[in-house]
């Protein structure tokens, strides 16, 4: 699935959960509204005719006037014809009853209460106990639509309970006011429903359109292809990333050329350094002048000294243009590596009677490149190595320490000595390339580890560290 249609799919399933329990939520509250609405109005209703009622009272006593009953009377058959906004009200659904301060029906307005007792309703109950009467009540106990909600209010002669009269507004009455509420936000619902997906889409339209000129871009990078870079309007996030790419690419073009070109030199130079070196060991047999053995010496020696810097230096090229290890990782005993490099280094060693302790276990590495690294740092550690001292190696948990006893690393060069031709004099020695643990830091990269230096109480440290796998 593609970028555009991924964000227009999550987009849509948030829009679609938040839409849905909006809507639910108000759809939930527009049938309570209305019917909370009605009630406060027949509160104020009920409010009013109580204290008309109690006008007629006599005695502590309510009575039913014919004037009040006929009113009551024309007021239930009255048609109003009324337009409210939009729904037309044609007849009186307020239904009106009077009881007397023990329940008993005194007037109704349908005329078929009457003498009846309704003390057991909560409107009128409550209300004859001095609290808010009110109740809802379905003539059909299977049919929702046939409920009325009363609301009671006092009738007091005197500040004496002398009555209750009842407000009921049937539910079939203010069915129509929540049918248009739900209508209205059902259709005003989808309409921003759908203009919010509208929008959403071209959001992703605009975002994939965008991002796609990023990739293509990228991988005409990636086939060798030189592509102009692609121009973006505004300043996001997607522009700084072309920016990115672009610088990337014009350093990668730069360190190949550099790559390149140092492979090349190397290998140019290599053939022209051993036709020195060979002529300047032919010369070295045939010349008995000990100045000119001495010239000749020197001619093999710089030979062979560049010959190991070309080297090396390919071994770096090598290096730097891995991505990754080569998928070759496996076991290895590096107590046996020890062994092969002291059998290469025996004359040095017995030299400068030197000895290695060692104990090491195995470690989970790419077989070449961990090679490279022990011998380079093993190199390093003979080359500072005190006369008649021991060169320390151990291994385990993905960690490898080579240790040797002599100078310490100066505190300013402590943090440098890994770096690219960077290097310190050894006691009578010349000063080397100083890309041996240059290379051993671009080895622990590879491995997802990394290298340290650190001086000891008597001598200098490297921690080999490889990721664990």
Wanted: hydrophobic share 40%.
């Amino acid at each position: 699935m593609k970028l555009g249609q991924r964000l227009l799919l999550f987009y849509f399933l948030i829009l679609g959960l938040l839409g849905w329990f909006v809507l639910d939520l108000v759809f939930g509250q527009a049938k309570p509204l209305v019917r909370q609405s009605a009630e406060e109005t027949l509160v104020d209703a009920a409010n009013l005719l109580a204290e008309m009622v109690a006008v007629d009272a006599e005695d502590g006593a309510i009575v039913i006037t014919p004037q009040l009953r006929e009113a009551l009377t024309r007021y239930a058959g009255r048609t109003p014809d009324a337009d409210i906004w939009g729904l037309k009200k044609a007849r009186i659904h307020t239904h009106v009853y009077i009881t007397g301060p023990n329940g008993t029906v005194l007037f109704d307005s349908r005329g078929r209460d009457e003498g009846k007792d309704f003390s057991r309703w909560n409107d009128v109950h409550l209300t004859l106990q001095g609290r808010y009467g009110a109740r809802t009540t379905r003539s059909d106990p299977d049919d929702p639509s046939t409920s009325v909600m009363y609301v009671a209010a006092p009738i007091r002669d005197n500040g004496s309970l002398i009555g209750v009269i009842s407000l009921g507004k049937p539910g079939r009455a203010i069915e129509p006011f929540v049918h248009r509420a739900e209508r209205y936000l059902t259709l005003y619902g989808g309409l921003v429903l759908l203009v919010c997906l509208l929008l959403g889409g071209l959001l992703a339209w605009w975002l994939s359109r965008r991002v796609n000129r990023l990739r293509r871009y990228a991988e005409a990078v990636a086939n060798d292809e030189r592509p102009a870079p692609p121009l973006f309007h505004g300043n996001d996030e997607i522009r700084d990333l072309a920016e990115a790419v672009t610088a990337m690419r014009r350093r990668l073009e730069e360190r190949a050329r550099l790559e390149d070109n140092v492979t090349l030199l190397t290998h140019e130079m290599k053939s022209p350094l051993a036709a020195i070196r060979g002529a300047g060991e032919i010369l070295d047999e045939e010349i008995h002048d000990p100045a000119l053995q001495r010239f000749t010496g020197n001619v093999i020696h710089e030979s062979q000294r560049l010959s190991d810097l070309l080297d090396r230096l390919l071994a770096m090229a090598r290096l730097e243009k891995l991505e990754s290890l080569p998928d070759r990782v496996r076991t290895l005993e590096v107590a046996a590596l020890v062994k092969d490099w002291q059998g290469s280094r025996y004359a040095l060693l017995a030299d400068r009677e030197l000895t290695l302790d060692v104990e090491a276990e195995a470690l989970q590495a790419e077989p070449e490149t961990l090679q490279l690294a022990l011998f380079n740092l093993l190199d390093n550690a003979l080359k500072f190595a005190d006369q008649g001292t021991a060169i320390r190696v151990r291994s385990g948990k993905g960690r490898l320490t080579v240790e040797n006893t002599g100078p310490a690393i100066p505190d300013y060069a402590l943090h440098r000595v890994t770096e690219r031709f960077y290097s310190l004099p050894a006691p009578g020695q010349e000063k080397s390339s100083g890309l041996g643990l240059a290379m051993v830091a671009e080895i622990a990269s590879l491995h997802g580890g990394s290298l340290t230096m650190a001086n000891t109480d008597s001598g200098v440290r490297a921690t080999l560290t490889l990721s664990q796998r």
